[in-house]
């Protein structure tokens, strides 16, 4: 099976209305969307989210900032899916990320940023299994898979 990833489209994203041309960015790539759950994440989940930054000076926020309002959470498969999805996400903070990444595009601060993506294979089997039972994950075939991910050699 093709690498998974997770990506949330954040409360900001939702609330300025963005999660269709966010979304569309992933989609463009061609990357799958595998699963997808619109929800409003608890105060709990978000601090097993972001454990890895429990001691950080930004746990708290980051807490508060996630569970603010609802979000889409995302699995996404392709091959090498997460290194993609970081790299269509841009650096961290809006107002640093380059011009074409989606925070670069559409982000001016280091508050809200817009978009999750998980940044290794063991940080994403953690994170979908936080938010996906394995059911609820379809697995299946687009039309245009052999173009999409085709090679020529
Ligand atoms: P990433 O989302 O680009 O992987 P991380 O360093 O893993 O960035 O931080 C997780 C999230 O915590 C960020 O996406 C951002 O929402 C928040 N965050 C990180 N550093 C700061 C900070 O210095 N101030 C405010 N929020 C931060
Ligand atoms: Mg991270």
Same mark, same amino acid.
């Given at each position: 099976?093709?690498?998974?990833t997770? !990506?949330?489209i954040?409360?900001? =994203? !939702?609330?300025?209305?963005l999660?269709?041309?966010v &979304?569309?960015?992933?989609?463009?790539k061609?990357l799958k969307?595998?699963? =997808?759950?619109?929800?409003?994440?608890?105060?709990?989940? %978000?601090?097993r989210?972001?454990?890895?930054?429990?001691?950080?000076?930004?746990?708290e926020?980051? !807490?508060?900032?996630?569970?603010?309002a609802?979000?889409?959470?995302?699995? &996404?498969?392709?091959?090498?899916?997460? =290194?993609?999805?970081?790299?269509?996400?841009?650096?961290?903070?809006?107002?640093?990320?380059?011009?074409g990444?989606?925070?670069?595009d559409?982000?001016?601060?280091r508050?809200?940023?817009? !978009?999750h993506?998980?940044d290794?294979?063991?940080?994403?089997?953690?994170?979908?299994? &936080?938010?996906?039972?394995?059911?609820?994950?379809?697995?299946?075939?687009? %039309?245009n898979?052999?173009?999409?991910?085709?090679?020529?050699?």
């Amino acid at each position: 099976m093709a690498e998974r990833t997770l !990506v949330i489209i954040k409360p900001d =994203a !939702v609330q300025r209305q963005l999660v269709g041309k966010v &979304l569309t960015r992933f989609e463009e790539k061609g990357l799958k969307v595998v699963a =997808a759950k619109f929800m409003q994440i608890s105060q709990e989940l %978000a601090r097993r989210h972001y454990a890895v930054h429990e001691d950080k000076p930004f746990f708290e926020g980051v !807490v508060n900032y996630m569970s603010s309002a609802p979000v889409l959470v995302l699995v &996404l498969q392709a091959e090498g899916v997460i =290194a993609m999805s970081r790299k269509l996400m841009g650096a961290t903070f809006g107002n640093e990320a380059e011009p074409g990444t989606i925070r670069g595009d559409f982000g001016a601060c280091r508050g809200y940023n817009l !978009v999750h993506g998980s940044d290794s294979p063991e940080n994403a089997a953690y994170e979908i299994g &936080l938010y996906f039972k394995p059911e609820e994950i379809v697995d299946y075939t687009l %039309a245009n898979e052999d173009w999409l991910y085709g090679s020529n050699d």
